[in-house]
């Protein structure tokens, strides 16, 4: 990791733009895949799982004994911290339910709005070595608490066509039933579109590898929600004086082993504690199974050395991080500096991976840039806000001369009879 | 307007498709349009305001003077009713904010979220014949309460170069002064990509024709983000036997006059008030100056007499319209059944045209089924709601076990190690 001192600011924007990995064009693969399960439906994604999973399964959604034979397989450990996680995580969302205030504007206008539940979701998990039940918690969590009628988890099999255990167990303990033993832009298509099995949903969320990404961005454009545009994960870390440079060595490393395209960023007022934690980051990633990722990650990543904490602050909401660490002495006296971010970790043991787990807040956050305009997955996301308003014969007759004049100046006459017809029958 | 007695459920998906417009493809079109505001800046938007708009501009920014004249041109009634509308919007919009709560997820493990305004955000306005001044209240009103820092209007000129007087003095009205005579895809390229004029912002909000449509789903895919994708705009009205003919065939017609697009959709238990509308529309259209665009729309609409209120709701559900009219006796009744809508309207003299000028909701609304997945404009359109947790040593300790489980089970071990260097320099 390069460190910068007091690189002058014309050089910002540069170090704000993120390593570019030039993407395969995968667009007309993937486009190819979406038009297979559009057609053949269910045997389109029996085949592929064949052919990209080396599965041969004999239906796709997973049983009960299914479900119950994982829930063996998880430790008793393993079982209670996902309940730790579940119930923060829970907790935390509860609180994002919208209270309905019905507000008179006008005399006889009263308007309001409503959280409605999105009645069909689906959640797309991943496989791989690496089983992201941590991802199905902070999907399925707020789905549930927003009440979606019907939440479907896709998921590729193993070989054997099997699904990771973890993931059955946290889903069979949610209660989520509908799961099905599909991966990549077909799982993403089948969900768009449906199949005899799968019935098709009104919003897709979860990570993936490019493929996935690109049928997402092709399904959105069919009308079908996503949950938010896809990048590499990234953490940005603002040191003082304060900070213990191993454990913002750490944070930085756990970070870096996501991904070789993962960037971590540290601003520090002290040339000390940037050296300190380059050190620290040496002795700590020989240890790591996943060091070569992380190796690879920390080559594009950079530390700069500014003058001070404003500075710091200035350089991060032009990055706009995904994750923000305020590794400060009382960092809450900075909160109102921080403009572009998806989440922010105050203090000294507020480590990334607390959020990433078990905090309560949500790990699906806006990348490369996008927390500038971006929120990172909440109840909101699960949800419409659907306005409503009553408005009284008297309130007409308060509110019906504004809207008459402005419709008639818009030139849409219809709109101002609507009104007129109104007042007409109500002045008689 | 066809009415169906009795349509039989299975055919209802068909008539929940919408009229089908094949699109002319524009792809190639418009981004040739945005490649050359991105590679000559101001001058291609000068090229382009001739080319397109057959206005030969000095400068694309609106001076304070041009401002001052459209104060002059507009008349005291508009601008009363402006006044009256910004009032309502502003204060239904101001029940939006998102209270602070600060949550202990566990013991010593703080989570709360914050409501922050997206920096730069722009609004586009279309021109032609019609002055849309009341969308650029729609969107302006909420990014003001919002806190955006910088708010750019764009709207095409005519050919002497003017920008109509009623939207520059709304616009001057609210103090929005960052305002440019561009239009169309160049207007949105301009937006997204900056030019030694027009700075670029990370929001791009606003109605337009097919290439604005297109240009924001071609931007959208590179980061900046979008309001709602666009579709043509749709009212359906639910009818029991106290619903007005005059009163429903209006807002029918307010609404087929948008466009040749717009759907209109009648369904009411009482044949007797569908063939009374089907009569009042035929009296009424004829006075409109846009009865030809009206006409068209409603030869692509339909009215479906159905036994019960229940099946109305159930088929008003799966249409998932923009617009919602409840025109029955107690509506308040119904609330509860309504999953998928924009904007609901109670009662006999909620008139569509109330929500699209003065109520107070917002008329940027999500149109073509979206209703489904999304939501119209808002305040949480202009903000971004960034998560916070502050984890104390105590904390830590007390989820520290959870998050090194979870982390090995997914073989994230720096994760892990994020948590375990800082228990173990707790423990000594």
Same mark, same amino acid.
């Given at each position: ?8 600011? $014309? ?14 064009? #995968? ?7 979406? $038009? ?68 008179? /504007? ?11 539940? +999105? ?5 797309? &998990? ?21 009440? @979606?009628?019907?939440?479907?988890? @896709? ?7 099997? &699904? ?33 099995? +799968? ?60 991904? /070789? ?41 950079? @530390? ?20 923000? +660490?305020? =590794? ?75 809207? $008459?004049?402005?419709?008639? =100046?818009?030139? #849409? ?16």
């Amino acid at each position: 990791m390069t460190i910068y001192y007091n690189l002058s600011e $014309e050089y910002w924007a540069d170090k704000c733009r993120r390593p570019y990995f030039p993407a395969v064009d #995968l667009q007309n693969t993937v486009k190819h895949i979406i $038009e297979r399960v559009r057609t053949k439906g269910d045997s389109a994604l029996l085949d592929f799982a064949f052919q990209f999973d080396g599965a041969t399964l004999q239906q796709l959604k997973v049983t009960e004994n299914e479900i119950e034979n994982a829930t063996k397989q998880v430790s008793t450990a393993l079982k209670d911290a996902i309940g730790v996680a579940i119930n923060n995580i829970r907790i935390f969302h509860k609180t994002q339910q919208l209270d309905e205030i019905k507000t008179e /504007t006008t005399k006889g206008v009263l308007c309001w709005r409503r959280q409605v539940a +999105i009645e069909n979701v689906g959640l797309y &998990i991943p496989g791989g070595t690496a089983p992201l039940f941590s991802t199905l918690i902070m999907l399925a969590i707020p789905a549930q608490i927003a009440g @979606c009628e019907r939440i479907v988890l @896709c998921t590729p099999p193993d070989k054997k066509g099997i &699904i990771d255990p973890a993931i059955l167990y946290t889903a069979g303990w949610l209660g989520i039933t509908e799961i099905y033993k599909t991966g990549g832009a077909q799982a993403i298509a089948a969900m768009a579109y449906g199949t005899d099995t +799968i019935k098709k949903v009104h919003k897709i969320f979860g990570p993936g590898n490019q493929y996935v990404t690109k049928a997402k961005e092709i399904i959105q454009q069919d009308g079908i929600s996503i949950d938010l545009p896809a990048g590499p994960s990234e953490v940005l870390v603002i040191a003082d004086e304060t900070a213990d440079a191993d454990f913002v060595a750490a944070d930085l490393l756990s970070q870096a082993e996501h991904g /070789t395209d993962s960037q971590v960023v540290l601003l520090t007022t002290e040339a000390n504690i940037a050296e300190k934690v380059q050190k620290a980051l040496k002795d700590q990633i020989s240890d790591l199974p996943r060091a070569s990722i992380a190796q690879k990650s920390l080559e594009g990543s950079f @530390c700069l050395v500014l003058p001070t904490i404003e500075k710091c602050f200035h350089f991060s909401n032009m990055y706009a991080p995904e994750h923000l +660490i305020l =590794a400060l002495q009382n960092p809450e006296r900075f909160v109102d500096r921080i403009v572009n971010a998806g989440s922010v970790f105050l203090g000294h043991y507020s480590c990334e991976s607390a959020g990433d787990y078990a905090s309560g807040t949500n790990h699906t956050l806006p990348t490369n840039g996008l927390s500038r305009s971006y929120s990172g997955v909440s109840l909101d996301s699960f949800v419409k806000k659907i306005t409503f308003q009553h408005i009284s014969a008297e309130g007409l007759q308060n509110l019906g001369k504004t809207i $008459e004049v402005m419709a008639e =100046a818009e030139q #849409l006459l219809a709109h101002k009879n609507a009104v007129s017809i109104r007042l007409k029958k109500l002045s008689v």
